[in-house]
């Protein structure tokens, strides 16, 4: 069975840092984009930030450019978010899952549900 386990999250004061990292099954990590996206207390997931299954590209929401960095080791079937500068409206469940590239859309739902998340709070 295809598992993503997000790991990482915590609680952080404003301007802090966070690193996020999440394991997954082989065959995600050969063969799709992987991203990250976050779900805040009433509303809808959004995408964060998607890296081409090679690497060479990355892609990110407006929120999170210049603060968020997304990384992965194909090696290790990981892939990390980096999260400096954090705000409070960064506040959210964050999930690793297949995307789509620049259009951070959420692809293969179907095959690859999501995980259980990792729980980011951001105070002031």
């Known amino acids: 069975q295809v598992q993503v386990v997000e790991s990482g999250g915590g609680l952080a004061q404003a301007g802090e840092s966070l690193r996020l990292s999440c394991s997954a099954s082989?065959?995600?990590?050969?063969?799709?984009?992987m991203g990250w996206f976050r779900q805040a207390p009433g509303k809808e997931r959004e995408g964060v930030s998607c890296i081409t299954k090679t690497g060479s590209s990355t892609y990110y929401a407006d929120y999170a450019e210049g603060r968020f960095t997304i990384g992965r080791d194909n090696a290790k079937d990981t892939v990390f978010l980096q999260m400096n500068s954090l705000k409070p409206e960064d506040t959210a469940t964050y999930y690793c899952a297949p995307c789509g590239g620049r259009t951070l859309a959420r692809v293969f739902l179907g095959a690859f549900p999501w995980g259980q998340g990792t729980q980011v709070t951001v105070s002031t």
């Open positions: 082989k065959i995600l990590f050969d063969h799709y984009h």
